[in-house]
């Protein structure tokens, strides 16, 4: 996991070749003024979706990938994402329909992730994002970057 500034989001390009895409793409006018929706990024690796929603409760299973990253930006408000250092079980019967499985478990990390940061998780890391903060409604870009 990364949890960051913006700011520094070149910093951690040579992680993966769609990190350069996605800080050009979050400091871009047309981005910063997107509806929700799919967002168009111009690469096959790279994937957005920006969304207003309400935060909620921490009652949730963790999500994790298999082959994707998860990258949220949060565009305005706050909320809590949730973390365990569990190993996930890479072979989820779940993956064979889709990227993503769900497991229980205890939170080991707490972030808030507020406007101006950015938070990436690795395929098998356990997280719960969406959780409510400061603010009742959010709105935030989710990035998926293709493994």
């Given at each position: 996991?990364?949890?960051?500034?913006?700011?520094?989001?070149?910093?951690?390009?040579?992680?993966?070749?769609?990190?350069?895409?996605?800080?050009?793409?979050?400091?871009?006018a047309?981005?910063?003024?997107?509806?929700?929706?799919?967002?168009?990024?111009?690469?096959?690796?790279?994937?957005c979706?920006?969304?207003?929603?309400?935060?909620?409760s921490?009652?949730?299973?963790?999500?994790?990938?298999?082959?994707?990253?998860?990258?949220?930006?949060?565009?305005?408000?706050s909320?809590?994402?949730?973390?365990a250092?569990?190993?996930?079980?890479?072979?989820?019967?779940a993956?064979?329909?889709?990227?993503?499985?769900?497991?229980?478990?205890?939170?080991?990390?707490?972030?808030?992730?507020?406007?101006?940061?950015?938070?990436?998780?690795?395929?098998?890391?356990?997280?719960?994002?969406?959780?409510?903060?400061?603010?009742?409604?959010?709105?935030?870009?989710?990035?998926?970057?293709?493994?």
């Open positions: 996991m990364i949890f960051d500034s913006l700011h520094n989001l070149l910093r951690y390009r040579d992680l993966h070749p769609a990190i350069e895409t996605l800080a050009h793409i979050v400091s871009s047309s981005f910063r003024s997107a509806p929700d929706g799919s967002f168009e990024t111009g690469r096959t690796d790279l994937a979706s920006i969304m207003t929603f309400d935060t909620g921490e009652n949730k299973p963790f999500e994790y990938h298999k082959r994707n990253c998860d990258a949220f930006v949060m565009l305005s408000g909320e809590v994402c949730k973390s250092r569990s190993c996930a079980d890479m072979n989820d019967p993956f064979c329909s889709a990227d993503i499985a769900f497991a229980d478990g205890q939170a080991d990390d707490e972030l808030v992730l507020g406007k101006g940061c950015f938070v990436i998780y690795f395929p098998g890391e356990l997280h719960k994002s969406g959780i409510r903060a400061n603010d009742d409604t959010v709105r935030k870009a989710v990035f998926k970057l293709l493994c």
